[in-house]
């Protein structure tokens, strides 16, 4: 079945930092990726998005690119900030099965000032 | 935009009794899903409705469990009878159509003793 892998956290950074969390997928045809941030105490809420291959889904300052070749979706950040700490999930939409969403087991960010 | 609303935000009960977690989807949204997040499982999917009606339940941990979508504006969750493994923070995500992006609530913590 569809599986998701993420790099285990918790990350720690300090402000400023480079940021990339790793992504990796396993699935059949074509899915959709997405990010996923969880901030303390509240749902997830969606970060970005691909639908295809080479797409590069983008929004506050993260960037993640669709990478066929490599099953990847990587997550980065080039300065991250303290509200940026929170906790990541990385998930997978494959259209063959069913439309629902699988996710990575999320990886923890800490950014200290 | 009101954003998915869960009811309670925080559930404590003794083992043995009867639990009901209440969840209103964003209005015009066709499809609702019961997530549970744990730190040993990370975020499940429990069950999904499209058009308030259940089309995969398979995540349904066991027979104490059952969801119920009586109209497109309310869901529940029950569990009866709760037991301490149940403890873990209960999601509820709504959706305009099965592959659009999910839009979560802000979760309902039980602990059960």
């Known amino acids: 079945g569809d599986s998701v892998t993420q790099m285990e956290g918790p990350v720690t950074l300090s402000e400023e930092a480079f940021l990339t969390i790793n992504c990796t997928y396993t699935?059949?045809?074509?899915?959709?990726l997405f990010w996923y941030v969880q901030y303390p105490g509240e749902g997830l809420q969606l970060l970005l998005k691909a639908t295809k291959a080479d797409d590069k889904g983008s929004n506050k300052g993260f960037e993640a690119t669709y990478r066929k070749e490599t099953t990847s979706f990587h997550l980065e950040k080039g300065s991250v900030q303290v509200s940026d700490s929170a906790v990541y999930f990385c998930a997978l939409r494959n259209n063959n099965a069913g439309n629902m969403l699988t996710f990575g087991g999320g990886t923890r960010l800490m950014v200290k000032p | 935009d009101a954003g998915v609303i869960q009811s309670p935000r925080h559930e404590v009960t003794e083992m043995g009794q009867e639990v009901t977690l209440r969840c209103k989807p964003i209005?015009?949204?066709?499809?609702l899903f019961w997530y549970r997040q744990t730190m040993m499982r990370g975020l499940e999917l429990l069950i999904y409705?499209?058009?308030?009606?259940?089309?995969?339940d398979s995540g349904m941990p066991e027979d104490r469990f059952s969801a119920k979508m009586p109209n497109a504006s309310f869901s529940t969750l029950k569990i009866q009878p709760s037991e301490p493994r149940d403890s873990a923070v209960y999601f509820c995500?709504?959706?305009?159509?099965?592959?659009?992006?999910?839009?979560f609530g802000n979760g309902t913590r039980l602990t059960v003793t």
């Open positions: 209005s015009g949204h066709n499809s």
């Open positions: 409705f499209n058009n308030n009606v259940p089309i995969d």
């Open positions: 699935a059949t045809g074509y899915p959709s």
């Open positions: 995500a709504s959706s305009l159509q099965e592959n659009s992006p999910l839009h």
